[in-house]
C-alpha cells in the first residue's frame, strides 16, 4: 500500500504538470488577443481623432467656401436674369427699345440660292447698326443677340418682357421658293394701332431710302392670318417683325448691301417716332 501511494503521486505529477503548462498557454493566447485588442483600439482612436479634426476643418472650410459659391451663383443668376447683352439704362437715356436680329448659331435662317449668304448674319450686321443709331439718339438698346449664337423665340420674348421696353423689333430677310422682292411689316393680328403704327413709320422710313417694292404692313403669320409670329404674340410691349427684302433676289440683296446703314437709321428714326407720337413716352425732345 505505501509503495502504490508513493506511486501514484508519481503517476499525477506528470498530469499536474501538463495541466499547468496548458493553462500557462491559454493565458499567452488571451494576452495576445488583448493586445491585438489594445492596438485596434489605439488605432481606432487616432482615426477617429483625426476623422473629427477634418471634419472641423472641412466645416470651418466649407462656411468659407460657401461665400464665395453663393457670391458665384448669385454672379451667375444675375448673368441668366440679364443677359450679356443687356444694357441697363443710365440716368440720361430717355427710354428702352429692344432690337432682336433673327436667328442665329446652327440656325442660319433662309439663305440665297448659292447658299453661300446667311440670313443670320445679315440680321445681325443691320441690328447692330440700328443699336448705334438708337443709341446716338440717348436710347437704351437691349439686343437679344450680339453675336452668332443661337438664341430660342422664348428667350428673346423673356429677354423683352423683362426689359421693361416700350418697343421690340424683330429684324429678318424674307425667304420665297419661286420669284419674289419687296420689304413687309408684320403685326398681331389684332392690328394694335401703335404696334401698326410702328410698323408703317418703319416701312415709310425704308421707303424714303429706296426698296424694290412696298409689300405692305401684314396681320399674322404668313399664310394664315388667325395666328401670329410668336415675337409678336408673346411680348408685352408694341411690336413689329420687319423683313427686309427677299434673300433669292438679287436686287434686294443689292440694296441691303448698298443701303444697311441707312436701313438701319431709317428704322431707328421710325422708333423714335412712334414712341413720340404714341406717347409711349412722356416729353420726348
Known sequence: MDEERN????????????HRKKKYKILWDRVIIAL????????????????????IKGALSKDDSSSAVKANASAISSQQDTPESVQQPTDNTLFTVVIDAGHGGEDVGST?????????????????????HLKDMNVNVIMTRTEDVYVTLDDRCKIANDSKAVIFVSLHRNYFDGEAQGVEVWVHNEKPETDTALAQNILDGLKGVGISADRGVNFGYRGNEYVNYQVNRETNMPSCLVELGFMQDEQDNKLFDDNCDAYAK??????YKTAKDRE???NLP
Not at 118 to 128: F, T, V
Open 280 to 282: 409711349l413716352v412722356k
Open 7 to 18: 506511486f501514484q503521486p508519481q503517476r499525477e505529477q506528470p498530469a499536474h504538470n501538463t
Open 36 to 55: 491585438v485588442a489594445l492596438i485596434a483600439l489605439i488605432v481606432g482612436i487616432v482615426m477617429l481623432i483625426s476623422a473629427l479634426v477634418g471634419a
Open 266 to 271: 431709317a428704322i431707328a428714326e421710325a422708333i
Open 112 to 132: 440665297d440660292f448659292s447658299g453661300a449668304r446667311y440670313e443670320k448674319e445679315d440680321c445681325l450686321r443691320i441690328a447692330k447698326l440700328v443699336e448705334k
